[in-house]
């Protein structure tokens, strides 16, 4: 047997891949949108105590820059083309954004 047929033996068929891309692409879409939702009771917290004492700016700043630069890159690597993925984490970016503000609003 040589590595060709090796690599092909071994490898899933390309039905079952293309449904298990399938099922992690709306996986991932369906868990990454609701996160954009979960963010909004923090944010109302935030706003209606009056107090961000309790949330770390450093830790919003970071998953702000993680949500920003995953959209950033899965753009580029899409080929400059927008896509479900782009979408959300730049969604998801903003929200923690405005959680980071909201916050450091708060102790000025």
């Keep these: 047997m040589n590595a060709t047929s090796s690599a092909l033996a071994s490898s899933p068929p390309p039905r079952a891949n293309s449904i298990y891309l399938t099922v992690l692409t709306w996986a991932f879409t369906v868990f990454s949108s609701l996160r954009v939702v979960a963010y909004l009771p923090t944010l109302w917290a935030i706003l209606h105590s009056g107090d961000s004492s309790q949330h770390s700016l450093w ?38 954004l405005l959680i980071l503000v909201a916050a450091a609003a708060l102790r000025l």
């Design 59 to 96: 830790t919003w700043f970071l998953f702000a820059g993680g949500n920003a630069t995953m959209a950033a890159w899965i753009f580029e690597k899409n080929g400059g083309r927008a896509c479900r993925a782009v979408a959300v984490n730049a969604f998801n970016a903003t929200m923690c």
